[in-house]
């Protein structure tokens, strides 16, 4: 029997929507600080103290305060809404890993990229990758940092070679609302491509 309060005690059962997503990026660019920022546990990490070894591979160049690396994966979790909660996993950005960004994406309903357009270049590789994987729909989010000079979307756009669905969103990865809003804009996209495939189809 279902007694008066229940709604008091239960959640409705439309709250477990555990959504996967996953955010990759170039070394250094801001992923690990990101799911810091938004997550509501207190994040998973794997964080490394950096070595002699990466010196000359990953540049810090702008990251004065960047003393280690992920070396597995970051995860986090927030709360959307009543209905959607986003499990967040990091991927690591020195190269020698990026052959685990495979297994981080397993069962991901999106892709946020997040680049740090000081050192564009650097984030060339990993759309690449993103588009090997042809169909996990993924968005750009540009990390604002302080000396980050600022391109208009198209400028953006064409120096990422990005298609024009693809959406572009800039946030401060430190920011708890920024980092957010990028991530809804994730999930909206994902959305949005899900339903249109599906009449498609
Ligand atoms: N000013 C500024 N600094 C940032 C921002 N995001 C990250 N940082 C700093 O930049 C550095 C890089 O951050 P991480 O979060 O470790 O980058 P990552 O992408 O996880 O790095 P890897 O896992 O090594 O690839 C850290 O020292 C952060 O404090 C930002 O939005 N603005
Ligand atoms: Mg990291």
């Not at 309060?5 to 801001?30: C, E, M, W």
């Not at 990229?113 to 984030?123: M, N």
């Not at 000079?149 to 400028?155: C, F, L, T």
């Amino acid at each position: 029997m279902v007694s008066a309060n229940s709604a008091d005690r239960y959640l409705p059962h439309t709250v477990q929507q555990p959504v996967k997503i996953l955010i990759v990026g170039a070394f250094g660019v801001g992923k690990t600080t990101l799911v810091g920022s938004v997550s509501e546990i207190r994040p998973l990490r794997t964080e490394e103290t950096m070595t002699e070894a990466g010196a000359g591979v990953d540049s810090l160049a702008g990251l004065p305060e960047k003393r280690t690396t992920t070396v597995a994966m970051d995860f986090g979790r927030i709360t959307l809404n009543e209905r959607l909660v986003l499990y967040l996993f990091g991927a690591p950005g020195q190269r020698r890993f990026w052959n685990l960004w495979e297994g981080l994406a397993e069962g991901a309903v999106g892709v946020l990229v997040l680049v740090d357009t000081r050192r564009l270049e650097d984030s060339f590789e990993v759309l690449d990758q993103l588009e090997l994987r042809g169909d996990t729909p993924f968005i750009v989010a540009v990390n604002r940092f302080p000396d980050t000079q600022h391109y208009s979307e198209q400028e953006l756009r064409q120096a990422m070679d990005l298609l024009p669905e693809t959406p572009i969103v800039e946030c401060d990865a430190r920011d708890r609302t920024e980092a957010m809003d990028a991530l809804i804009a994730l999930v909206q996209h994902a959305t949005e491509l899900s339903r249109a495939r599906k009449v498609a189809s």
